[in-house]
C-alpha cells in the first residue's frame, strides 16, 4: 500500500491497527502511578498508567477517547517508556513522540501532547504515593487553563521550545482550546516568557 | 469474512450513473464554445438548452429561470451575496436596513457566507433546531418581519437527513414579502421537488450528489424576483453568470437528472429498505447508540448514528481498513478542535457529536453490502470501546 492510500505513515497505521498495552482490566493491572488529562468537549482524553521498581518503569498501559494519531502515538508512547528511568521518561516531550512514530500529518501533532501529559500525571502521582513529592518539577506551578490542565511551567516549556505566536503556544499546549476564559493571562504569560527566553 | 469495497458516503457524493458516463464521453465531441455562432457552436448550444428545459420541466419552473453554475456552492453563494451587493440594478435585491434569516444547520457554503454577510453589516437571524434538527417556527415567527430581505433554509439536511419544511417557512417569508431560497442539493434525487410546490424564489443544486459530474449546478431564481450576477464576466447564461458554459458538466447533469425521473422512485424505495435494515441492525447489535435526525421526516438514504464512548475518526478509520466509506462528525476529521455544528445544533453534546458516523446509501448499495457492514460494525465499536476512556458498560 503506498502512502497516498493512508494519511499516516506505515509505523503510525501499525500501531493504529495493532495498539499496543491497551488497559483492559485496571483492577488487575494495579498500577503504581496513573495520571488522566484531556477533555471530552475536545473530542480526546487519554489515562496512563504505570508501574515501577528501582525508580525504573516496569509496564506502562493506557486508555483513550481519541482520534487515530492519539491512539498510535500514545501506544508508541506506552513501548517507549518500559525500562526506561521515571527520571527520563518525566522529560518526554510530543516531538520525541512523533519523532519515533516518522511523522504525523502537520494538523494532528497536537494528538500526540496528551500522551506525554498524562504520562507526567502519572509519574507525579508516583512521586506522590512513594513520598518523593520533592522530584515533582511542577510542585510550585499554576494552572492557567482550567479545561486543558496547562500550566505556567508548560507555558514556559512550550516558549523554551521556540513557542512565539499565541497559535503555536496553543498548538504545543492545546491551551485555551475549550472555554476561552484563560486567553488573556496565557497572552500575558507567553509575552513574559517570549521576553526572557525568546531569541 | 472476506474483506468487500462498501461505498455509504453518497451525501458526500456519488458515482458517475453509467449512462451519464456514456452521455459524456459521446459530449466531448461538442467542443465548440456555445456562445459563438457557427454550426459547431450551435450543435453544443442545442444541447445545452435542451438541459435547461429539462431541469425547468423537473423543477416545475420555465426554462429562462434556470441558471447553471459551477456546483452548489457557487448558487448558494450567488443568491446569498446578492445582499451584499451595493446597488447594481434597479432589480438588485439588497435594501437598506434588510436582514437575512438562517438556520443552524446549513451548509458551510451558507454559513460561512452569511459569516461573511454578518462581517459587513448585516443583520443576520441564525434559527435554532430541535431535536431532530427540525427548524423551530415558533424562533422563525419571532424574528420575521418587514425588515427581512431573504430568508434561506436548507431543504434537506447533509449530515442528519432532516426535510425542512420549506414550504411553510416560505408561505409565512412570503407573506412578509421576504424572499425565500432553499439550498436542494441533498434532495434532488431523493425527494420530489417542485418550485411552484415549495413556493421558493431561488433554489440551489449540484450536478455530482445525483449520479451526475461535479463542478456544475443549477440556480434557479424566479423571473419576477431581483437577481445581482455574482461572476461578471460575459453575456452567458442571459448575463447573470460568466465563463464559458461548461457543455461537458451540463450535458452530464441532464442526463442525470433524466435518469432521476425514471429511477428515483424504485431507487429510494429499496435504499429506504436498506437504510432501515442498517438503522434496525446497528441499534440491535451494538448498545448505547443514539440515532440522530428525524425519524420520519428523513432522506431515505441517511442514517446518523452517535455510539457512546468512541471517537468518530478512529471508528471511520477503522472502518475504512475494513473497506467500509463513511464519513463522522468528529472535530478530528474536520482539522479543527469543533465537532459537527448541526448535532451541536440539535443538542447532542460534544461526546456524541465526536462519535457520530453518517452512512449515506445510493442506488448501487446492496442488501449483501448491508449484511457485510453489520458484520463489521459491531466488532469495530467493542474495539474503539475498549480503549476509550469514557466507555464502560457495567455488565462487562
Given at each position: 500500500?503506498?502512502?497516498?492510500?493512508?494519511?499516516?505513515?506505515?509505523?503510525?497505521?501499525?500501531?493504529?491497527?495493532?495498539?499496543?498495552?491497551?488497559?483492559?482490566?485496571?483492577?488487575?493491572?494495579?498500577?503504581?502511578?496513573?495520571?488522566?488529562?484531556?477533555?471530552?468537549?475536545?473530542?480526546?482524553?487519554?489515562?496512563?498508567?504505570?508501574?515501577?521498581?528501582?525508580?525504573?518503569?516496569?509496564?506502562?498501559?493506557?486508555?483513550?477517547?481519541?482520534?487515530?494519531?492519539?491512539?498510535?502515538?500514545?501506544?508508541?508512547?506506552?513501548?517507549?517508556?518500559?525500562?526506561?528511568?521515571?527520571?527520563?521518561?518525566?522529560?518526554?516531550?510530543?516531538?520525541?513522540?512523533?519523532?519515533?512514530?516518522?511523522?504525523?500529518?502537520?494538523?494532528?501533532?497536537?494528538?500526540?501532547?496528551?500522551?506525554?501529559?498524562?504520562?507526567?500525571?502519572?509519574?507525579?502521582?508516583?512521586?506522590?504515593?512513594?513520598?518523593?513529592?520533592?522530584?515533582?518539577?511542577?510542585?510550585?506551578?499554576?494552572?492557567?487553563?482550567?479545561?486543558?490542565?496547562?500550566?505556567?511551567?508548560?507555558?514556559?516549556?512550550?516558549?523554551?521550545?521556540?513557542?512565539?505566536?499565541?497559535?503555536?503556544?496553543?498548538?504545543?499546549?492545546?491551551?485555551?482550546?475549550?472555554?476561552?476564559?484563560?486567553?488573556?493571562?496565557?497572552?500575558?504569560?507567553?509575552?513574559?516568557?517570549?521576553?526572557?527566553?525568546?531569541? | 469474512?472476506?474483506?468487500?469495497?462498501?461505498?455509504?458516503?453518497y451525501n458526500a457524493t456519488t458515482?458517475?450513473?453509467?449512462?451519464?458516463?456514456?452521455?459524456?464521453?459521446?459530449?466531448?465531441?461538442?467542443?465548440?464554445?456555445?456562445?459563438?455562432?457557427?454550426?459547431?457552436?450551435?450543435?453544443?448550444?442545442?444541447?445545452?438548452?435542451?438541459?435547461?428545459?429539462?431541469v425547468?420541466?423537473f423543477l416545475d419552473a420555465?426554462?429562462?429561470?434556470?441558471?447553471?453554475?459551477?456546483g452548489g456552492?457557487?448558487s448558494n453563494?450567488?443568491?446569498?451575496?446578492?445582499?451584499?451587493?451595493?446597488?447594481?440594478?434597479?432589480?438588485?435585491?439588497?435594501?437598506?436596513?434588510?436582514?437575512?434569516?438562517?438556520t443552524?444547520i446549513e451548509h458551510?457554503s451558507v454559513?460561512?457566507?452569511?459569516?461573511?454577510?454578518?462581517?459587513?453589516?448585516?443583520?443576520?437571524?441564525?434559527?435554532?433546531?430541535?431535536?431532530?434538527g427540525t427548524v423551530?417556527?415558533?424562533?422563525?415567527?419571532?424574528?420575521?418581519?418587514?425588515?427581512?430581505?431573504?430568508?434561506s433554509v436548507m431543504l434537506a439536511n447533509n449530515e442528519i437527513g432532516t426535510i425542512e419544511d420549506v414550504k411553510?417557512i416560505a408561505?409565512?417569508?412570503?407573506?412578509?414579502?421576504?424572499?425565500v431560497h432553499t439550498d436542494a442539493v441533498q434532495a434532488i434525487g431523493r425527494i420530489p421537488v417542485s418550485v411552484k410546490n415549495l413556493d421558493v424564489?431561488y433554489l440551489s443544486f449540484s450536478g455530482h450528489k445525483f449520479y451526475g459530474?461535479?463542478?456544475?449546478g443549477v440556480l434557479y431564481?424566479?423571473?419576477?424576483?431581483?437577481?445581482?450576477?455574482?461572476?461578471?464576466?460575459?453575456?452567458?447564461?442571459?448575463?447573470?453568470?460568466?465563463?464559458?458554459?461548461?457543455?461537458?458538466?451540463?450535458?452530464?447533469l441532464?442526463?442525470a437528472l433524466?435518469?432521476v425521473r425514471?429511477?428515483m422512485g424504485?431507487t429510494m424505495?429499496?435504499v429506504r429498505?436498506?437504510?432501515?435494515?442498517?438503522?434496525?441492525?446497528?441499534?440491535?447489535?451494538?448498545?448505547?447508540?443514539?440515532?440522530?435526525g428525524h425519524?420520519?421526516d428523513c432522506l431515505p438514504n441517511t442514517?446518523?448514528?452517535?455510539?457512546?464512548?468512541?471517537?468518530?475518526?478512529?471508528?471511520?478509520?477503522?472502518?475504512?481498513?475494513?473497506?467500509?466509506?463513511?464519513?463522522?462528525?468528529?472535530?478530528?476529521?474536520?482539522?479543527?478542535?469543533?465537532?459537527?455544528?448541526v448535532?451541536?445544533?440539535?443538542?447532542?453534546?460534544?461526546?456524541?457529536?465526536?462519535?457520530?458516523?453518517?452512512?449515506s446509501l445510493g442506488?448501487?448499495?446492496?442488501?449483501?453490502?448491508?449484511?457485510?457492514?453489520?458484520?463489521?460494525?459491531?466488532?469495530?465499536?467493542?474495539?474503539?470501546?475498549?480503549?476509550?476512556?469514557?466507555?464502560?458498560?457495567?455488565?462487562?
Amino acid at each position: 500500500m503506498s502512502d497516498f492510500d493512508w494519511v499516516y505513515t506505515e509505523k503510525v497505521k501499525d500501531h493504529f491497527i495493532n495498539p499496543r498495552n491497551v488497559m483492559e482490566d485496571e483492577g488487575a493491572f494495579a498500577p503504581d502511578g496513573r495520571g488522566v488529562v484531556g477533555n471530552i468537549k475536545c473530542g480526546d482524553q487519554m489515562l496512563m498508567a504505570i508501574k515501577v521498581k528501582d525508580d525504573t518503569i516496569t509496564d506502562c498501559k493506557w486508555k483513550t477517547y481519541g482520534c487515530a494519531s492519539a491512539i498510535a502515538s500514545t501506544s508508541m508512547l506506552s513501548e517507549m517508556v518500559k525500562g526506561m528511568s521515571l527520571e527520563k521518561a518525566y522529560s518526554i516531550k510530543p516531538p520525541d513522540i512523533v519523532k519515533e512514530l516518522g511523522a504525523l500529518p502537520e494538523h494532528k501533532i497536537h494528538c500526540s501532547v496528551l500522551g506525554d501529559r498524562a504520562l507526567r500525571a502519572a509519574i507525579e502521582d508516583y512521586y506522590t504515593k512513594s513520598g518523593q513529592e520533592d522530584k515533582i518539577l511542577r510542585e510550585k506551578a499554576v494552572v492557567v487553563c482550567q479545561c486543558m490542565n496547562v500550566t505556567d511551567k508548560d507555558i514556559e516549556r512550550a516558549v523554551r521550545d521556540g513557542a512565539h505566536t499565541f497559535e503555536e503556544l496553543q498548538y504545543r499546549t492545546k491551551i485555551s482550546t475549550v472555554c476561552g476564559q484563560c486567553r488573556g493571562k496565557a497572552e500575558e504569560l507567553l509575552h513574559e516568557y517570549v521576553h526572557l527566553f525568546g531569541d | 469474512m472476506k474483506k468487500k469495497s462498501v461505498y455509504l458516503d453518497y451525501n458526500a457524493t456519488t458515482p458517475l450513473h453509467p449512462r451519464v458516463k456514456e452521455e459524456m464521453i459521446a459530449g466531448f465531441e461538442l467542443y465548440a464554445n456555445p456562445s459563438s455562432l457557427h454550426e459547431p457552436a450551435r450543435r453544443a448550444r442545442n444541447q445545452i438548452e435542451r438541459v435547461r428545459q429539462l431541469v425547468a420541466s423537473f423543477l416545475d419552473a420555465s426554462p429562462e429561470e434556470i441558471i447553471f453554475t459551477g456546483g452548489g456552492s457557487e448558487s448558494n453563494n450567488t443568491v446569498l451575496k446578492m445582499l451584499s451587493c451595493p446597488g447594481c440594478t434597479v432589480d438588485c435585491m439588497w435594501r437598506e436596513g434588510q436582514e437575512i434569516i438562517t438556520t443552524a444547520i446549513e451548509h458551510p457554503s451558507v454559513i460561512n457566507t452569511v459569516q461573511y454577510l454578518q462581517s459587513i453589516g448585516r443583520t443576520v437571524h441564525v434559527l435554532p433546531v430541535d431535536r431532530y434538527g427540525t427548524v423551530d417556527m415558533d424562533a422563525f415567527r419571532a424574528v420575521l418581519s418587514e425588515r427581512t430581505g431573504l430568508v434561506s433554509v436548507m431543504l434537506a439536511n447533509n449530515e442528519i437527513g432532516t426535510i425542512e419544511d420549506v414550504k411553510s417557512i416560505a408561505a409565512l417569508a412570503h407573506e412578509r414579502g421576504a424572499l425565500v431560497h432553499t439550498d436542494a442539493v441533498q434532495a434532488i434525487g431523493r425527494i420530489p421537488v417542485s418550485v411552484k410546490n415549495l413556493d421558493v424564489d431561488y433554489l440551489s443544486f449540484s450536478g455530482h450528489k445525483f449520479y451526475g459530474p461535479k463542478g456544475v449546478g443549477v440556480l434557479y431564481g424566479r423571473l419576477t424576483k431581483p437577481f445581482c450576477t455574482f461572476i461578471h464576466g460575459g453575456h452567458q447564461e442571459q448575463g447573470r453568470r460568466a465563463g464559458t458554459t461548461n457543455t461537458l458538466g451540463i450535458i452530464g447533469l441532464g442526463k442525470a437528472l433524466e435518469l432521476v425521473r425514471e429511477e428515483m422512485g424504485e431507487t429510494m424505495a429499496r435504499v429506504r429498505v436498506l437504510r432501515d435494515k442498517l438503522k434496525e441492525g446497528i441499534t440491535r447489535l451494538v448498545p448505547d447508540v443514539k440515532l440522530n435526525g428525524h425519524p420520519a421526516d428523513c432522506l431515505p438514504n441517511t442514517l446518523n448514528v452517535s455510539f457512546t464512548g468512541a471517537e468518530g475518526e478512529a471508528i471511520l478509520l477503522y472502518l475504512d481498513l475494513e473497506g467500509i466509506a463513511v464519513s463522522t462528525g468528529s472535530a478530528c476529521s474536520s482539522g479543527s478542535l469543533e465537532p459537527s455544528h448541526v448535532l451541536l445544533a440539535t443538542g447532542v453534546g460534544p461526546e456524541l457529536a465526536h462519535g457520530s458516523i453518517r452512512f449515506s446509501l445510493g442506488r448501487e448499495t446492496t442488501d449483501e453490502e448491508i449484511d457485510y457492514v453489520l458484520a463489521v460494525v459491531p466488532g469495530v465499536i467493542e474495539r474503539v470501546r475498549k480503549m476509550s476512556t469514557v466507555y464502560s458498560r457495567s455488565c462487562t
